[in-house]
């Protein structure tokens, strides 16, 4: 082990450091910096009894190696000791994010503290290892574009479940900095829980960069809107109730959906076509373009829109969801990482500052401790309360929306 284990000790140190106070905040280095972290702080009691048994392989070696490699072992035992003292104190962070999702859903009414659930991560990796029987319609196009393409979620019994009548439907976008990504990869466990529980979710691809430039991406979403409206009555859908979801970029689309209901911009050639959603819950989104706070521009400016803030400060504007919040909004569950390095965490407290300020529609706001941007990819406590918690919101709006009238 000798030196190896030493080096295991000190990153595993380092890591746990960064989980609580990362360091590399700027693009592209910051997405190093979530690759380094993210298992340290979404996974500390695996990383923990790892180090552990390092520290007791240098117990051994201390023991029974020789004069010379007794410091080896010693600095094994003690950089792993650390590394596990570390870890440890990451591990109340799943049951504090269940908290502070209950405590999100307060202007809902929501009320009562999400429970522990025994195996709650080793669910979630059941779930997404089954998720393919929820899948009732594959690669469906929903425009004339190679892009366009969608998958509908539902169980098969869906009819029976709802005694006949439609689903909700959630509307699912996925992330990737606006130039990589698929349908297939991202919010699985989400959709597995919805759909298991008689949710209807679509899932899309979107037209990528450097390809297509701004704003093919957003009208590509609005335009999955356009065939949801069409056509998801006959998969047992209700058109009438949408609510749009989506992490990262995705997140950035999602909330950009939800304020921009029927823009003539984003809707050429199908300009008629109702794209109102019923809610919006974006994940760890960048919704302000106009500030630079963590190296995006150089991103934006080369691959998505083309051109600088300076000289195309309309276009960054419009397509920041903090400037496009009114009061039309729907009901928002806004979701981040207080130790997000790639899109940092005032980009969601702005939008949820500025929701409140115009918004007549209940506004609700998890900030999870220490979690990193796309925390919810991997199959972990924090994630099952994650879904939990959108699970309760989306129920408690769609309850609202079809409410008899007095």
């Known amino acids: 082990m000798g030196r190896a284990g030493t080096t295991a000790g000190i990153m595993g140190v380092l890591t746990a450091a960064g989980a609580r106070r990362p360091v590399l905040r700027r693009w592209?280095?910051?997405?190093?910096?979530?690759?380094?972290?993210?298992?340290?702080?979404?996974?500390?009691?695996?990383?923990?009894?790892?180090?552990?048994?390092?520290?007791?392989?240098?117990?051994?070696?201390?023991?029974?190696?020789?004069?010379?490699?007794?410091?080896?072992?010693?600095?094994?035992?003690?950089?792993?000791?650390?590394?596990?003292?570390?870890?440890?104190?990451?591990?109340?962070?799943?049951?504090?994010?269940?908290?502070?999702?209950?405590?999100?859903?307060?202007?809902?009414?929501?009320?009562?503290?999400?429970?522990?659930?025994?195996?709650?991560a080793r669910r979630i990796r059941?779930?997404?290892?089954?998720?393919?029987?929820?899948?009732?319609?594959?690669?469906?196009?929903?425009?004339?574009?190679?892009?366009?393409?969608?998958?509908?979620?539902?169980?098969?019994?869906?009819?029976?479940?709802?005694?006949g009548g439609p689903a909700p439907v959630l509307l699912q976008v996925h992330g990737g900095a606006w130039t990589l990504g698929s349908r297939t990869t991202e919010a699985v466990p989400l959709m597995a829980h919805l759909a298991a529980r008689g949710w209807m979710c679509v899932t899309v691809d979107y037209r990528l960069a450097p390809a297509a430039r701004w704003p093919a991406m957003i009208v590509d979403v609005k335009r999955a809107l356009g065939w949801i409206r069409e056509h998801v009555a006959g998969f047992g859908g209700d058109p009438g109730f949408v609510a749009v979801t989506g992490g990262s970029a995705g997140g950035h689309l999602a909330?950009?959906?939800?304020?921009?209901?029927?823009?003539?911009?984003?809707?050429?050639?199908?300009?008629?076509?109702?794209?109102?959603?019923?809610?919006?819950?974006?994940?760890?989104?960048?919704?302000?373009?106009?500030?630079d706070d963590q190296g995006l521009w150089k991103l934006l400016e080369g691959k998505v829109i083309g051109t600088?803030?300076?000289?195309?400060?309309?276009?960054?504007?419009?397509?920041?969801?903090?400037?496009?919040?009114?009061?039309?909004?729907?009901?928002?569950?806004?979701?981040?990482?207080?130790?997000?390095?790639?899109?940092?965490?005032?980009?969601?407290?702005?939008?949820?500052?500025?929701?409140?300020?115009?918004?007549?529609?209940?506004?609700?706001?998890a900030e999870l401790p220490h979690a990193q941007h796309g925390f919810d990819g991997l199959p972990t406590a924090r994630t099952a309360y994650t879904v939990r918690a959108v699970h309760r919101f989306l129920t408690a709006v769609h309850a609202r929306a079809t409410a008899p009238t007095a």
């Open 28 to 120: 592209p280095t910051s997405v190093a910096q979530m690759g380094l972290c993210t298992p340290a702080s979404e996974m500390p009691l695996a990383g923990a009894l790892g180090h552990a048994a390092l520290a007791v392989g240098g117990v051994v070696g201390l023991v029974r190696g020789s004069r010379p490699g007794r410091a080896t072992a010693l600095a094994t035992i003690g950089t792993n000791v650390a590394a596990v003292a570390a870890l440890t104190g990451l591990r109340t962070d799943a049951r504090r994010s269940a908290v502070v999702l209950q405590e999100a859903l307060a202007p809902l009414g929501v009320t009562g503290l999400d429970r522990p659930v025994p195996g709650a």
């Open 126 to 163: 059941d779930r997404m290892q089954g998720a393919g029987r929820y899948v009732v319609a594959r690669d469906v196009a929903y425009g004339p574009e190679p892009e366009h393409r969608l998958d509908v979620w539902a169980r098969r019994d869906l009819h029976l479940l709802r005694d």
């Open 255 to 291: 909330a950009l959906t939800a304020l921009t209901a029927n823009d003539p911009a984003y809707q050429p050639g199908f300009e008629e076509v109702d794209t109102a959603v019923q809610a919006a819950v974006p994940l760890y989104g960048v919704h302000d373009f106009t500030v």
């Open 308 to 365: 600088s803030y300076a000289e195309d400060e309309a276009t960054y504007r419009a397509a920041s969801p903090v400037h496009r919040a009114g009061p039309g909004a729907p009901p928002f569950l806004v979701v981040h990482g207080d130790t997000d390095t790639v899109a940092g965490v005032g980009q969601s407290r702005r939008l949820v500052a500025r929701l409140q300020e115009v918004s007549g529609q209940p506004v609700c706001y």
